[in-house]
Each structure stands twice: as C-alpha cells, then as structure tokens.
C-alpha cells in the first residue's frame, strides 16, 4: 500500500508543477501551451522529480519540459471532451484523494514504524516457511452450486485415492490438477504463509514433512495439500520478513485511523445484505 501511496504523491505533484505550484515572483516563463504558461520553477521542480527515480532513459531538461507540455496537451483534450465529469474518471480521483489523505494524516506514524530482528523471529515461529504440493480444482470467484459441487467430487475422488495410497501424489496432480504446477507434481517450493490464502495455510501450519491435508476451499477452489518441507529461521529472507512484519504494523495504525474516524461518522449497516 505504500508504494502505491508513494506513486499517487508524485502523480500529485507532478500534477501541481502545471498548475502553478511552486511559482516565484516574476518567474521566468519557459514555454506556453495555448493560454498555459509553464514556469522554470516548475520545470525546475519537476526535473527534480524526475531526478529521484530510475529511468532508462537520460533524465534532461529538454525532455522534462516536453513531457510537461505533452501532459497539458492530454490535460486540454480531456478537459475539451469532458472526461473530468467521467465516472470512471470521477472516482479514480476519489482514489488519489483518498490515498493522499490517508498520507498527510499517517506520514509521520509510518515513518517511526521500527521493525527489529527479534519481532521478525517472533512472528516467524507462528508463521514457518513451508515447501507445499497441491493439486487444484478450480471454481469461479462468484460460482454456482452446481460447479462448486461438481468440484468437490472431483477432489473427494482424489482424496480417497491418496488415504489409499499417499505416494500417488506427484502422479495425480500431474494428471488432475488445474494449477500450473501440475507439470511438476504440484510443487509450489518453499511459500512464506503472507503469500498464501489464510485458509491455505491455516490447513499445513504445524503440519510434519509428508502430511497430506484433506480438501481445503479458498477463492481458488479446492485443494489437497502435501507438506514436503519447512524452513528454519536462519534459513530465511530477512529482508523479506522485515517488509512482512512492517506491513503488520503498518495495517494496524491504519486500523485504528480509521477505527477513529468511524466513531466521528454516522454509519448504517444492512447486514441483511451481507448474506
């Protein structure tokens, strides 16, 4: 969530650079579009903009300014055809403000977020790294009954298949599964439970090495599970455990944000229609 708040901020500002942000007192014009002056400060502003992230192409002035002049030129068309009163378009903006909000009002709590070793290794001993196989039988995200139920019969059948002979594994997910990994036997390799469906995981966590989980239904569809091995601590990404246990603190003062704002908000629910 935060790289996506990063990219609307400087969409933001990017944005701002045109529409007089930043201007000096008799500052000098670089280039008009139609009736729209565009300034040295804002091209200044927007090089330096540029500046801060990656290209593979060479960062200049010139091209900065030709892309400021391309944006007003976008800007003058869409405006001519009425784009701002879009509802798609409406509520992408919706989205921009929402995200910047949400960043003015937390920037400064997400930057104290700090994450030490011995919180990561603590969150790693309830979320071990599992090397899993699965065989897969897909059902749509909204299905029927009739193809969830066709579904579950077909994983039943393989199920049974495997309590009779659990070495069977590798040979019927190569034949059943509708997974990409069925050319492989199944094998996922090794998943960090923060990639997996939470019903995914909570069906190996604790699991030994050869335990075969009878089926498990995500958004997928169904699933019978292998364990064919588990990391120990050392063995992992600390890096990416790092990320994992800051997005937790991260979504917990974003929790709370909006826990608070409830309480200032009239709301009304019809749970009725949550069936």
């Not at 009736?35 to 927007?46: N, P, V, Y």
């Not at 298949?161 to 019927?172: A, C, G, I, W």
């Not at 990409?180 to 960090?192: E, H, L, R, T, W």
Request: aromatic residues 8%.
């Amino acid at each position: 969530m935060m790289k996506m708040i990063k990219a609307i901020l400087f969409t933001t500002i990017f944005v701002a650079t045109t529409q007089g942000w930043g201007q000096a007192t008799n500052d000098a014009v670089v280039a008009t579009v139609n009736d729209t002056k565009i300034t040295k400060s804002q091209l200044d502003q927007a090089y330096k903009e540029n500046m801060m992230f990656v290209s593979n192409k060479v960062v200049t002035k010139e091209k900065v300014l030709n892309d400021l002049i391309n944006r007003e030129l976008g800007i003058n068309k869409a405006k001519q055809a009425k784009l701002d009163q879009d509802s798609v378009v409406k509520r992408k903006m919706e989205d921009v403000l929402y995200h910047a909000q949400i960043s003015k009002d937390l920037e400064q709590k997400l930057s104290k977020i700090n994450v030490t070793e011995k919180e990561v290794e603590a969150y790693y001993k309830t979320h071990q790294e599992y090397r899993v196989a699965h065989i897969l039988f897909r059902v749509k995200a909204n299905p029927d009954q009739k193809e969830t139920e066709e579904a579950l019969e077909q994983t039943m059948k393989v199920y049974k298949t495997l309590q009779q002979n659990p070495d069977k594994f590798t040979e019927l997910a190569n034949k059943f599964s509708q997974s990409s990994v069925a050319p492989i036997g199944g094998d996922m390799g090794f998943v960090p439970a923060a990639n997996m469906a939470p019903e995914f995981f909570a069906s190996i966590k604790d699991r030994p090495v050869g335990h075969i989980t009878s089926p498990v239904r995500t958004q997928f569809g169904y699933h019978i599970i292998k364990v064919l091995g588990q990391k120990e601590y050392k063995q992992v990404s600390l890096p990416f455990y790092q990320k994992v246990v800051y997005d937790l603190k991260r979504d917990d003062i974003l929790q709370q944000y909006f826990k608070d704002l409830k309480k200032k908000a009239a709301i009304n629910v019809n749970n009725k229609l949550l069936e």
